[in-house]
């Protein structure tokens, strides 16, 4: 399959599930003219609390069924799956660019902090696997990285509980480990899965104002418009493009939830079911 | 396939993740001697929030991979497949009997009823499809039922949020709007998920002692004797069974949540993983 030199090509973004439409906005906002698919893996959601292989399986079979849809660019935006599938999906599709979230808020995170404390919140898997700690420390050498898995912030934000007095307690409880952890001294706090930022609010109250947070959505976006600007693949029409929805169980859930992640309402009519479990796992 | 006579067989016990252990403790303590093997959809867990095709899509597998390691009787311990996988399951293989928790969980909450008011708290798939609300008025018409999803509960028992104040409080949040939905008059309330006995001590709390709470575990136990019974296939053996593990996930953090569900310590080596996600639904 070749695409090169086909700007129109939509430009793929895979998430586990709903989290990654906060992504799909960045690009969005960053880049309106260009076309968009989006798959979230609703039948296996969430991927936060299974285990690399299995994830990394997950991302090839979605990176596989969008490819055949094609497409220009891939962005995992999930960050669980960018924690272990960029570079075997790279391997695998060497003929189009792979990008994940992980590098990104690495990025950020480094140029946000000015006392080099760095924390990470993410789920059990990226936290365990230390896809953030290894790609700050990458980065820099010279920052200390503490990260700690917050699991039940996924629910809350699928739940839509998102402030008060009671959410600002659990935050609080969950993040308790984290600041006893040295994370009193951090001043940079990467929100390392889709779904927290939906918890922006209550997280920086908890955190304290004087810790920046890093959201890797916008610079994520940033980095796609580079890839793409490096390939000579920006789409040059000046008309909106198009956003395609692509779900592995049924819409219903995905139309209700997304409105907590989604800056648009999406209809049921826009979204279409795939089956990609059956997929084996080469090109 | 024909099994049946074969008394030492195992029972085979499917569940989404770990939640089902709570029903393998029950049939442990009612029937010591039996085998059994024990299926923990841990690579797609949870079911809760997904569609009743895929639910039943996933059921049909984990049936298949238990049945061709020969079983004698097949208990669906998730509520969410119990809810709508039954019948199709019974179809599918009318060689061997197939039991779920809902039946046994209607059964208990209509004998514990006084005033002939009862509640449902279950997940939002098992809640959305009235499992349990038909279930309960095919046996008496003369109960009011009303039921509520709480998914949360399954991150609070996973994460160890089991008891104190602010669970307290997350749970009579949670529960406001039952009890707002006619919820204050019933005396009885079904604990339609097996994740939610891990809150017993406090959601009984915030209901009051007058509202009986209903577990299906042991009632399904009961049921699981009675079937076994009939079909004069008690394993008449006097030395205890055995316990076989099964995972579709890596079994590192099965073995770590199970710690809040199951009454003994599983190791690392006493689980096996299998992949089901390829199998077709034909038996």
Known sequence: ??????????????????????????????????????????????????????????????????????????????????????????????????????????????????NKHIGVIATESTVSNQAYQNAILERRSDVSVVAYPCSLFVALAEEGWHEGALVQQIVDKCLEPLKAENGSLIDTLVLGCTHFPALKKVISEVM????????????????????LKESGLLNKSISPGNVEFLVTDGPERFVRVAKHFFKDEISMAEIQQIDIQHFGNAP
Chains 1, 2 share one sequence.
């Open 1 to 114: 399959m070749n695409v090169v030199g086909d700007s129109d090509l939509p430009i793929g973004v895979f998430d586990s599930g709903v989290g990654g439409l906060t992504v799909l906005n960045a690009i969005r906002e960053k880049l309106p003219n260009e076309n968009l698919v989006y798959l979230g893996d609703t039948a296996r959601v969430p991927y936060g609390t299974k285990s690399a292989v299995s994830v990394t399986r997950y991302a090839e079979q979605a990176a596989k069924a969008l490819i055949e849809r094609k497409i220009k660019l891939l962005v995992i935006a999930c960050n669980t799956a960018s924690a272990v599938a960029v570079e075997p999906l790279q391997k695998l599709y060497p003929q189009i660019k792979v990008m994940g979230v992980v590098g990104p808020g690495a990025d950020a995170s480094c140029q946000a902090t000015k």
């Open 208 to 227: 304290g104002e004087d810790v920046a947070l890093v959201d890797s959505a916008a610079t994520t976006a940033h980095a796609v418009e580079n890839g």
